[in-house]
């Protein structure tokens, strides 16, 4: 939010008075067209498209009921630099009118929720229960869901927003509505869950705030203020499928060309009539000389782009990785992975000469090759209207010191791993850092450069062997493997996903080094459970670290390590097996996105208490849609929550001739409310059937194990019959 000088002590000053008085807010009120508005304690609704002035943003009171927080959005296919945004930039003012997405200041498509870019921020005290009611205008009758990237979920899996493993996707033109209790304070994010929608814009904050005398770390600062949270992600010049298929069809470059810091950024020139230049306006966060900020920093990437934040002449204390609290680490660099999340303390303490300074985002990886940045404005209250004067090119970082999270590194007394950081609180008393696992798991993942994807490197027709290196696409895997999306949500269709669609590394049927290999790669635990999860970057072909995600868990990260720069999972349980992967068995951080380095290794730990089937991913976009992942079911089906009433459904349909003896009533509810992810499928009266069968030209390839006489029936059903196989 940009604050004019004169008025900015004022601003601050005043919100902080709302949200003092807040409590007042829980009375009934009359809204502009004069109805009434329940109890705040009970439901808060709010139509405004920003949803800046929810009244859920207040200070949270212990004594205090919860609240239910309702909000109502729109998915939308839009434009950046629409005719919404007038005269911008030459009009600066024009470029925040409503519907006006200015980005770089570059024409582009887009997808978001109520023409806002980064999305509207959900913004509750722990305990509120967050209702969203999602409707889809996506052109292209394109399929969607959201996922609420942190939170848990407990008790209401099938609100985690993973289209075809937690529920149906959104068809076109149909509403969802999405319902959960947020039980843990911190920063977190929503996201688009479908395809690489997150990747064009479908994204925004999440904050859970709480009261102050639970918050461990309430005195070191004065403001915490939903204008200095602060979303960065890599941008393409395009819509992220054309860039993705140009890719990996052809020689296309993918490569994010800049980033943007809350949906701003400039890059490209205009030229006035008069003579003039104009850039589209940065982002501005404005601050008090001698005041302490809580700054939230959320990565909303899809790139291997781990983008580096400094503010010249400041240094960062972190008090919150992934919204859990940790010991304070002062760090004059922060490096911060695609999903993952940081809170620090900036004090305003440049007060004998004022002035403003740069905030500065750096993509370091694959966003390195076009030297993708983005500065935004540290604003003093009462500093002269000017740009700092330092360079703002990609090479001219001016702070140096504590990197806190370093990219590809081994450690050192300037370079904090993650794992020498300290939770805030106390362990309990479920043992997870000490207790010897139930489970353990050895995840080996990187790129399979020996087996032709059949998606992307045809091997009949125009194998890997057989084109240009610039056009080779090998196959981001986790233990050689391809997790496919199923048909129908496993979670609530549990029975309509055959058995013989799941494979892991040791019911697989073939030599997955050796030929592509593509199941629903699914895990199993017991429910309580404690599991521990080794996680081997094996380096092939290239430096690539992966930042892997787990849903609906936190886990505590008790392991970290670079061995060289390539490994492999033989090395790595040698290794553990000698007792030569230390461990930290006492206040680990606790997260849900963590790094792999390069050639090295990652182990988290977490309690499997939460039933359900959980999505363990890359959450680099083009990773994780080729494959880059694999499900955690918790428990059995029995152990799973209740299904909600009405719950859509979807899945494959096969003809049957009329006169066929079958249950009238057996599809009776699927594409429930015009909500499935499938059009065209609701309403058949016929049992969902499952086949696994050869894409086509995939040169006999296939993408699900089964045994020779159900390849046998397959063979023989696809002679005789059209197939249409949802993939999602």
């Known amino acids: 939010m940009e604050v004019e000088d004169d008025d900015n002590e004022k601003v601050l000053r005043t919100r902080e008075e709302k949200m003092r008085n807040c409590k007042e807010c829980g009375r009934k009120k009359q809204n502009k067209k004069g109805e009434l508005r329940e109890e705040e304690s009970q439901v808060v ?107 848990k979920m407990r008790g209401t899996p099938y609100m985690d927003g993973v289209g075809l493993v937690t529920q149906c996707p959104i068809s076109a033109f149909a509403t969802f509505t999405y319902r959960f209790v947020v039980d843990t304070e911190g920063t977190f994010f929503w996201h688009g869950h479908s395809g690489m929608q997150r990747a064009d814009g479908l994204f925004g904050p999440i904050i859970v705030r709480e009261p102050a005398m639970t918050d461990p770390h309430a005195t070191l600062y004065d403001y915490d203020l939903l204008e200095h949270v602060m979303v960065v992600n890599d941008w393409l010049v395009d819509l992220t499928l054309v860039r993705f298929l140009d890719h990996a069809h052809s020689d296309g470059d993918n490569k994010p060309a800049l980033l943007l810091i809350n949906g701003k950024g400039a890059r490209v020139p205009f030229q006035h009539s008069d003579g003039s230049t104009h850039y589209t306006p940065r982002a501005t966060f404005s601050v008090q000389g001698g005041k302490k900020y809580r700054f939230r920093v959320i990565n909303a990437g899809i790139m291997y782009c781990p983008i580096q934040i400094s503010i010249d002449q400041h240094t960062m204390t972190v008090i919150a990785s992934d919204g859990h609290p940790v010991e304070p680490v002062v760090a004059d660099i922060l490096n911060v992975f695609a999903g993952e999340r940081y809170d620090f303390i900036l004090y305003a303490d440049k007060t004998t000469t004022l002035r403003n300074y740069w905030i500065r985002a750096r993509g370091l990886g694959d966003c390195s090759v076009k030297r993708a940045h983005q500065v935004a404005l540290l604003k ?44 805030e609180a106390p362990d309990g008393n479920d043992g997870v850092m000490t207790s010897v696992p139930d489970k353990k798991f050895y995840l080996g993942m990187d790129f399979n450069t020996k087996v032709d994807h059949f998606k992307y490197n045809n091997p009949e027709y125009y194998p890997m062997s057989s084109v240009g290196r610039h056009m080779r696409v090998f196959s981001p895997q986790i233990n050689r493997i391809s997790c496919a999306l199923p048909p129908s949500p496993p979670l609530s269709q549990f029975d309509d996903v055959p058995l013989h669609a799941y494979c892991n590394e040791n019911t697989v049927q073939k030599r997955c080094d050796q030929e592509y290999c593509s199941c629903i790669y699914k895990l199993d ?60 068995t006492t206040r680990a951080p606790i997260k849900d996105t963590v790094t792999v380095p390069d050639g090295g290794y990652t182990i988290f730990r977490f309690r499997a208490d939460n039933p359900g089937i959980w999505f363990f991913h890359c959450h680099l976009e083009y990773h994780a849609d080729m494959g880059m992942g694999v499900l955690f079911q918790v428990g059995t089906r029995e152990d799973f929550p209740k299904v909600p009433k009405n719950f859509p459904k979807c899945g494959n349909f096969m003809h049957e001739p009329e006169g066929d003896d079958h249950d009238d009533d057996q599809g009776s509810d699927h594409g429930n409310n015009g909500n499935s992810g499938n059009d065209g499928n609701s309403g058949q009266n016929t049992p969902l059937v499952v086949q696994c069968i050869n894409p086509p030209n995939n040169g006999g390839h296939r993408p699900f194990m089964v045994d020779r006489w159900i390849f046998i029936a397959i063979v023989a059903a696809e002679m005789m019959v059209s197939i249409v196989f949802f993939t999602g």
């Open 380 to 423: 003093y209250a009462g500093a002269p209207d000017v740009d700092p004067p330092e360079p703002i090119d990609y090479d001219s970082v001016t702070n140096s010191g504590i990197t806190l999270n370093p990219w590809n590194s081994p450690g050192s007394n300037s370079e904090i791993l993650i794992t020498r950081m300290r939770a």
């Open 525 to 584: 635990v017991d429910l309580n459970d404690l599991v521990e999860v080794i996680v081997i970057d094996e380096g092939v072909p290239y430096a690539a670290n992966h930042p892997m995600h787990l849903h609906g868990f936190e886990f505590r990260t008790v392991g970290m390590g670079k061995i060289n720069s390539s490994t492999t999972v033989a090395e790595i349980k040698a290794m553990d097996q000698r007792g030569e992967l230390p461990r930290t």
């Open 45 to 151: 609704w709010n139509k405004a498209r920003a949803y800046d002035d929810h009244p859920c943003i207040r200070t949270c009171d212990h004594m205090a009921p919860p609240r239910i927080c309702k909000y109502k959005w729109t998915l939308e296919t839009y434009l950046t630099m629409s005719k919404a945004c007038h005269d911008c930039p030459y009009n600066q003012t024009h470029c925040s009118l409503p519907h006006c997405l200015q980005a770089d200041g570059v024409k582009r498509g887009v997808m978001v929720v109520n023409r806002k870019l980064p999305g509207p921020a959900i913004v509750a005290c722990r305990g509120d229960t967050i209702e969203v009611e999602v409707h889809n205008d996506l052109q292209n009758s394109e399929g969607t869901s959201i996922h609420w990237h942190g939170l």
